[in-house]
């Protein structure tokens, strides 16, 4: 079977262990703790997300126990997701432009 096209390469993956948070998830490998997602894209996805995370009480989406962007081989799914990204923004973008 042939590798992603990302496996491998140093712009897919860092580690900042040098990071006074690091690592900023309990229970993460930090052998294997990708800090190239430090702050989410795809917070924005809501549910569509696919990470482990709970809505609070005040609506606000929690992501502490989600190491889906933290993963070294996540991160061809973080990537894949940035169309749905594209289709949300462009969504948004137009629902302004018709108020």
Known sequence: MEKPYWEGKEYS???HKKCEY???H???DPEDFNCLF???PLYA???NCGGNFRYTESGIKDCTNCLLPHKRRNYGY???KYRELAE?????RDREERK
């Open 13 to 15: 993956y860092f580690s």
């Open 22 to 24: 690091f690592p900023c």
């Open 26 to 28: 309990k229970g993460a």
């Open 38 to 40: 430090c702050y989410c």
């Open 45 to 47: 996805l809501g549910e």
């Open 78 to 80: 973080v990537t894949g």
């Open 88 to 92: 949300l923004m462009k969504k948004m």
